[in-house]
């Protein structure tokens, strides 16, 4: 069975014969991944935010369906709903593009809150409930939800329950101007998305995810982590700060991390260079905060820089004895 390691590189490098320029971006959609958790993509139109998360599932062999959210959506457009059968005078079962393996939520903050509603159940339980009955979805199960940060008429701001059940958000940002050359070359004929293969079974996936969840986790990171996350609890500027869900998924993104460098143990870097992807949109700053123009990326950034992380060499020969 081939390593979390080996499996992000067979992803990163599938991914990336799409996605041009855009390693860190790719490498963070393959740690949510591994990670088992849901990612929110934060950018303007335009730059692959589609063909990242359908690169992704034709890479896993995965079921995967787009959905297009707009202010006349409904629960049963994404839960599916029960219709009735003249032939059998019984309801049968009509399942929604959720379930499937990736889910794709485009600017999901144009959908009402009560369709926004829909997906919370199967982001945090993995199962709907449609007329009293609940269906299981299959694993594994990735939402993939984007929003749009210029145009915000006629939209509605995702709530903080719903914002806490992505593990991640990201941006993608523009490519630079090699990157971009490069592109408009790959694109010239046909699109790369059509030609991306399989690399990784759905049974080789889920068990890299087990396999994530079995990192080493030492006592001082662990406490680094708790440290981290209080640290915004406290911080003036900060006036909700990061849940315990929050601690979880910081950790769980450091595990992945790990098992992508291909090591046993988290270290404390790690979870340092994640602080910002898992925790920035769990927090809800201060009015007088955002008035002085300070983001939770720049709170994160000063916290990261305050909180003492555990001694490197100490805790590498610690973790080798």
Do not use: W
Request: aromatic fraction near 4%; charge should be negative; glycine fraction near 6%.
């Amino acid at each position: 069975m081939p390593t979390p390691a080996d499996i992000a590189k067979r992803l990163t490098g599938n991914i990336e014969q799409v996605i041009v320029g855009k390693s860190e971006a790719v490498l963070l959609a393959v740690i949510a991944l591994l990670a088992d958790g849901h990612l929110l993509i934060d950018d303007v139109p335009g730059v692959a935010k589609t063909m990242l998360a359908r690169s992704l599932a034709l890479s896993i062999g995965a079921t995967f369906r787009r959905i297009q959210c707009t202010p006349d959506l409904l629960p049963s457009d994404i839960t599916g709903l029960s219709i009735f059968n003249q032939k059998t005078s019984e309801f049968e079962f009509n399942p929604g593009p959720v379930m499937s393996n990736i889910v794709l939520g485009d600017e999901i903050n144009r959908a009402p809150p009560r369709t926004q509603s829909a997906l919370l159940e199967a982001m945090a339980e993995r199962q709907v409930t449609v007329d009293g009955v609940t269906h299981t979805l299959a694993r594994p199960f990735c939402v993939i939800a984007t929003q749009n940060p210029i145009e915000y008429e006629g939209t509605f701001p995702l709530p903080e329950a719903q914002l806490d059940r992505f593990l991640l958000r990201m941006t993608i940002g523009y490519p630079a101007a090699d990157a971009e050359r490069e592109i408009l070359l790959r694109l010239q004929l046909s699109h790369p998305v059509e030609r991306v293969q399989q690399v990784v079974t759905t049974e080789e996936l889920l068990a890299a995810q087990q396999q994530v969840r079995q990192i080493f986790v030492h006592e001082k990171v662990r406490d680094y982590v708790v440290r981290l996350v209080q640290a915004t609890r406290s911080h003036a500027d900060v006036a909700l700060g990061a849940s315990p869900r929050g601690s979880l998924g910081l950790l769980r993104c450091a595990q992945a991390q790990a098992a992508c460098d291909g090591l046993s143990f988290i270290l404390p870097d790690q979870a340092k260079a994640l602080l910002v992807p898992a925790l920035a949109h769990r927090l809800i700053l201060t009015p007088e905060a955002r008035l002085a123009g300070r983001t939770a990326q720049s709170v994160l950034q000063r916290i990261s820089e305050q909180v003492e992380a555990p001694v490197g060499e100490a805790y590498a020969r610690e973790e080798r004895s």
